[in-house]
């Protein structure tokens, strides 16, 4: 307690008024044998509250969306973004194939790595100075040279859709379009993932297609 309002530079009563307000309703813990404060279990549920008030909840409600995932077994996400250099997964839907990809709601990711983050990288108003900067402290299991980086974000911003095909994570094919603002400032990147070889290049096309389709059309639900 006393470190934390050092830190912040509060009256220590204070500081133990809040703390022990947090602790009541489980936001943090605390633990009488060190005398230390962590992160309690409440805070999920205040995480929780904050995503489901976010607007991309609606987004995934869409019954095109709600198709593709179920349809064709894809992993269906929403992204954005948080803070310089990292986004969130504020909506997820899972398809119903036997093996399919998994990402936790609230789950973080640097900010261009995978197709999400080409479209990032396009159309979030980034210089080529900071996506050099943040391209160098990016791991993929298969990173592109920044050269090669930059010109697939070129085509991305031409196209309105970015892919990847196992460049960010073994065995994994992602899909990446945005979703913009009434402004045209972009709000959302509408992610697709499944396991590569799950589908034959037709029905690829289609769905890498109609992905596209898709998000253009949600920017009425901001």
Same mark, same amino acid.
């Given at each position: 307690?006393?470190?934390?309002?050092?830190?912040?530079?509060?009256?220590?009563?204070?500081?133990?008024?809040?703390?022990?307000?947090?602790?009541?309703?489980?936001?943090?813990?605390?633990? +009488?044998?060190?005398?230390?404060?962590?992160?309690?279990?409440?805070?999920?549920?205040?995480?929780?509250?904050?995503?489901?008030?976010?607007?991309?909840?609606?987004?995934?409600?869409?019954?095109?969306?709600?198709?593709?995932? &179920?349809?064709?077994?894809?992993?269906?996400?929403?992204?954005?973004?948080?803070?310089?250099?990292?986004?969130?997964?504020?909506?997820?839907?899972?398809?119903?194939?036997?093996?399919?990809?998994?990402?936790?709601?609230?789950? /973080?990711?640097?900010? &261009?790595?995978?197709?999400? $983050?080409?479209?990032?990288?396009?159309?979030?108003?980034?210089?080529?100075?900071?996506?050099?900067?943040?391209?160098?402290?990016?791991?993929?299991?298969?990173?592109?040279?920044?050269?090669?980086?930059?010109?697939?974000?070129?085509?991305?911003?031409? /196209?309105?859709?970015?892919?990847?095909?196992?460049?960010?994570? +073994? $065995?994994?094919?992602?899909?990446?379009? +945005?979703?913009?603002?009434?402004?045209?400032?972009?709000?959302?990147?509408?992610?697709?993932?499944?396991?590569? $070889?799950?589908?034959?290049?037709?029905?690829? /096309?289609?769905?890498?297609?109609?992905?596209?389709?898709?998000?253009?059309?949600?920017?009425?639900?901001?």
């Amino acid at each position: 307690m006393t470190a934390i309002a050092r830190e912040l530079n509060i009256n220590a009563s204070t500081c133990f008024n809040i703390l022990r307000t947090l602790a009541f309703t489980g936001v943090i813990d605390f633990d +009488p044998v060190t005398r230390s404060y962590c992160t309690g279990l409440g805070a999920i549920d205040l995480a929780n509250k904050a995503l489901l008030r976010d607007s991309a909840t609606t987004l995934l409600s869409h019954p095109r969306v709600q198709h593709l995932a &179920l349809t064709y077994g894809v992993t269906m996400t929403v992204f954005k973004r948080i803070g310089a250099d990292r986004v969130t997964a504020v909506s997820v839907i899972e398809g119903t194939a036997a093996v399919r990809i998994h990402i936790r709601l609230g789950q /973080r990711f640097p900010l &261009l790595v995978g197709s999400s $983050g080409r479209v990032w990288a396009a159309f979030g108003g980034l210089s080529q100075a900071d996506i050099g900067r943040q391209w160098s402290a990016m791991r993929w299991h298969n990173q592109p040279d920044l050269a090669d980086y930059l010109a697939q974000v070129a085509l991305v911003a031409k /196209r309105k859709i970015a892919i990847d095909d196992g460049d960010h994570v +073994p $065995g994994m094919f992602s899909a990446s379009a +945005p979703v913009f603002r009434s402004d045209g400032t972009l709000q959302y990147s509408l992610s697709a993932a499944w396991a590569r $070889g799950q589908h034959d290049k037709p029905t690829t /096309r289609l769905i890498v297609t109609e992905l596209k389709k898709i998000a253009a059309e949600l920017q009425a639900f901001e």
